[in-house]
């Protein structure tokens, strides 16, 4: 899956740079050609001698050692990257990517390219819980940064937390995963992680012309005037999709209900609380639109009574009867004409088994499975990592990354099925018009 790729892996300053040696020669051994830039930290813990050896390429760490008059080093590395990796990424080296800094070759060489960069960041609990790290990385992710989450466990500075820098198996299985997606030499990472950008000429965005509806955040059954049942849905991942149709050219229906964040801005926003108003909004526009994308969390039972007036407590215990709400999804699908319909399987277990029986039961074309169990992934993050089936069964693994990269690749996957779709009705359409014209002579 690597071979013929270029990764430009930058090691950072911390003491897991000592495993960058192992991920250097796995990514070798899985056919990448791989060229090394260091920090002048960074070969504090690991000499060059070492990835030069493991990598068979020569190691930068100096912006001014130019070895090759014909070319700028730091320019033509940045240029010839497939991906450019950093593992480990210290806080400074995340502060530096975040303002546009560029006082080292590696820092340097991450400015000029138009690569993907993905980023494996590696440092003490309290560190990375920073607010000025955590900012700087949000930043990032808004610009295109892939991360690879830090796993938890004992540091090397004594402490025990989320810090450590993900084993380089699993890195390794993260980078032939997005090469797995990509079917060009150089996606940009803006193209999976931020909004599409914009083109001069309509007819480049894959959703000019199209309608795309997006369900988003969550429903609220009400109990009396001030109590009610909801879920910890916080709409972002609905709110991603529509951003991201919204770039790629279509006129987009947002229908939200309860959400913790501000909807984005040039799209039709609906605001609906309960389920059975949430049915009632989507039916209405159903017929007008191309694509549907149902990424809100609704519940699934209301109160049979609602009460007019607030409860008060009246003993030990309170028992509320509860009524099934209608199936959003499910009605979509028995009432589907022309409509691709996307649905989610939020899921805590089986996620393969009940993504599929959800897709099957509901008459969706797509349904993308994710595990809410999950802290860093689901409900009130900003990542997400989910799985794609169709009728066939599993179509895509997105790794995890933010939920504006996730909405970006569920529509180009939609926009993929759209074509498939009406280059098969192609033939029936020509083989109908044919007959018509025998039919006349």
């Not at 690597?2 to 020669?25: D, M, Q, R």
């Not at 939920?403 to 759209?418: D, E, S, W």
């Amino acid at each position: 899956m690597l071979n013929g790729k270029t990764i430009v892996l930058g090691i950072t300053g911390g003491i897991a740079a000592y495993k960058a040696a192992t991920l250097c020669s796995k990514l070798s051994q899985a056919g990448a050609n791989v060229h090394v830039i260091m920090t002048k930290s960074a070969t504090q813990f690991i000499s060059e001698l070492t990835l030069q050896t493991l990598s068979r390429n020569l190691v930068y760490t100096d912006t001014f050692d130019e070895r090759d008059p014909e070319v700028v080093s730091h320019i033509h590395i940045a240029d010839s990257a497939d991906l450019v990796l950093i593992a480990p990424a210290t806080a400074n080296v995340l502060a530096k990517m975040a303002y546009g800094l560029a006082d080292d070759m590696l820092s340097t060489t991450v400015l000029a390219t138009m690569a993907p960069i993905m980023v494996a960041p590696a440092m003490n609990v309290h560190m990375y819980a920073h607010p000025a790290v955590q900012h700087n990385m949000e930043l990032l992710r808004q610009r295109g940064v892939l991360f690879i989450e830090p796993g938890e466990g004992p540091l090397a500075c004594g402490y025990t937390g989320k810090g450590r820098l993900e084993e380089p198996e699993q890195i390794v299985e993260q980078v032939q995963a997005f090469f797995n997606q990509s079917t060009t030499k150089k996606v940009g990472a803006a193209l999976l992680e931020t909004l599409a950008p914009v083109h001069d000429s309509a007819a480049e965005l894959p959703l000019a012309g199209r309608t795309v509806l997006v369900t988003a955040g969550g429903t609220l059954e009400r109990i009396d005037p001030v109590r009610y049942i909801t879920n910890d849905s916080s709409g972002k991942m609905g709110f991603a999709v529509a951003e991201a149709a919204r770039n790629m050219g279509a006129h987009v229906v947002v229908v939200a209900g309860q959400t913790q964040v501000d909807p984005p801005v040039g799209v039709e926003l609906v605001r609906v609380e309960s389920t059975q108003q949430m049915l009632e909004a989507v039916m209405a526009r159903y017929e007008a639109v191309d694509v549907v994308v149902k990424a809100a969390a609704v519940a699934d039972y209301r109160p049979v009574t609602q009460a007019a007036q607030k409860l008060k407590k009246t003993g030990e215990r309170l028992v509320i009867e509860f009524e099934r709400n209608p199936d959003i999804l499910e009605t979509l699908g028995r009432n589907k004409t022309h409509q691709l319909l996307i649905g989610f399987a939020a899921e805590t277990e089986k996620l393969e088994e009940h993504a599929r029986g959800k897709l099957q039961r509901k008459n969706c074309d797509l349904i993308v499975g994710n595990d809410v169990s999950r802290a860093d992934a689901g409900f009130g993050s900003d990542n997400n990592e989910v799985h794609i089936y169709n009728k066939h069964g599993l179509l895509e693994r997105i790794p995890l990354m933010s939920k504006g990269g996730v909405a970006t690749r569920i529509l180009q996957l939609a926009v993929a099925q759209m074509q498939a779709k009406a280059a098969q009705q192609k033939p029936v359409e020509q083989s109908a018009r044919h007959d018509e014209v025998h039919a006349v002579e």
